[in-house]
């Protein structure tokens, strides 16, 4: 079971930038996919963002070109760097090692527990307006 650690939510204005981290154990981590999800209060934990080992990239059509996932191998953890941020990117952020995987054109919202294994505790972004 992979173990996931997220770090460096936080609070900021709108408009502000944010870089959150998730730290991964084991030995599999350049071969898996990762992916970002959050959670707004009184709503369903939606997917954000994912990275595929061979680096591809989706990003769900409400952070399109705000935000920029990526990946260190070498240090099993992948990143997602927030900008242009709005108070609608208020939440829980989650890592997770078992993404849903979509093409990068496609246009849909896709929602999950964001809980249990291959999950990791969350670290919360609240952007002020």
């Known amino acids: 079971e992979v173990q996931l650690v997220e770090s460096g939510g936080g609070s900021v204005q709108a408009g502000g930038s944010l870089r959150i981290s998730c730290l991964a154990s084991?030995?599999?981590?350049?071969?898996?996919?990762m992916g970002w999800y959050r959670q707004a209060p009184g709503k369903e934990c939606e997917l954000v963002s994912t990275?595929?080992?061979?680096?591809?990239?989706y990003y769900a059509a409400s952070v399109k070109g705000r935000f920029s996932i990526s990946r260190d191998d070498a240090k099993n953890t992948v990143y997602l760097q927030m900008n242009s941020l709005k108070p609608e990117d208020t939440g829980v952020y989650y890592c997770?090692?078992?993404?849903?995987?979509?093409?990068?054109?496609?246009?849909?919202?896709?929602?999950?527990?964001?809980?249990?294994?291959?999950w990791g505790q969350g670290t919360q972004v609240t952007v002020s307006s």
């Open positions: 997770t090692s078992k993404p849903a995987r979509l093409p990068s054109h496609i246009v849909v919202r896709i929602t999950a527990k964001c809980s249990g294994p291959d």
């Open positions: 084991g030995s599999t981590f350049a071969s898996s996919a």
């Open positions: 990275i595929g080992s061979d680096d591809s990239e």
